[in-house]
T-cell receptor, first 113, second 115 residues
Framework: QQPVQSPQAVILREGEDAVINCSSS?????VHWYRQKHGEAPVFLMI?????EQKGHDKISASFNEKKQQSSLYLTASQLSYSGTYFC??????????????FGQGTILTVHP | NAGVTQTPKFRILKIGQSMTLQCAQD?????MYWYRQDPGMGLKLIYY???????DKGEVPNGYNVSRSTTEDFPLRLELAAPSQTSVYFC??????????????FGPGTRLTVT
């Protein structure tokens, strides 16, 4: 089942902060975050694994609440280059669908000067 | 490393025609994926593979077929193209870990129009 992202869109001025949320109804093994600029392919930002392991960019932070099956992406001191659509992808715990991601509908982030 | 490459970049098909979208990766990744992305929407998984000779359906497999004879290549076959298959198609790959995968690397995409 598709994870739900909120908000659907965010408008910021440079230097402002934003939080993007991702929520699933299934028990999760991991949450991935990607950013996609218009006309380009998605680019990896962060992966959060069950048990607390994280891997990603130094300037991006995120959290994963395993009990609530929720993840949040924190964008601080936003820059113009942060503009784009942000997607979370969820990997369900257990079963045989290892490595299979289901993506949310996306959050459009626009940063103005 | 070239990463994930896809060909062609653009293609226009007539209804009922068939074609193969090519995808290759040079990172020795076990996992490979095909997604479609309709305008303003998220990514929908069509098919994926956890290794050579092993493929499985994703959320929207109807009208598509895949094969994985080598680690490097994962072609997507469209049979009897329909206007509903107009979309941007992304191929991706990732390395595996116990119980799942690591980050996915995406190719540049193929923009397909069926008229």
């Amino acid at each position: 089942q598709q994870p739900v992202q909120s908000p659907q869109a965010v408008i910021l001025r440079e230097g402002e902060d934003a939080v993007i949320n991702c929520s699933s109804s299934k028990a999760l093994y991991s949450v991935h975050w990607y950013r996609q600029k218009h006309g380009e392919a998605p680019v990896f930002l962060m992966i959060l694994l069950k048990g607390g392991e994280q891997k990603g960019h130094d300037k991006i932070s995120a959290s994963f609440n395993e009990k609530k099956q929720q993840s949040s992406l924190y964008l601080t001191a936003s820059q113009l280059s942060y503009s784009g659509t942000y997607f979370c992808g969820t990997e369900i715990a257990g079963g045989t669908s290892y490595g299979k991601l289901t993506f949310g509908q996306g959050t459009i982030l626009t940063v103005h000067p | 490393n070239a990463g994930v490459t896809q060909t062609p970049k653009f293609r226009i098909l007539k209804i009922g025609q068939s074609m193969t979208l090519q995808c290759a990766q040079d990172m020795n990744h076990n996992y490979m994926y095909w997604y479609r992305q309709d305008p303003g929407m998220g990514l929908k998984l069509i098919y994926y593979s956890v290794g050579a000779g092993i493929t499985d359906k994703g959320e929207v497999p109807n009208g598509y077929n895949v094969s994985r004879s080598t680690t490097e290549d994962f072609p997507l076959r469209l049979e009897l193209a329909a206007p509903s298959q107009t979309s941007v198609y992304f191929c991706a790959s990732s390395s595996s870990r116990a119980g799942g995968s690591y980050e996915q690397y995406f190719g540049p995409g193929t923009r397909l129009t069926v008229t």
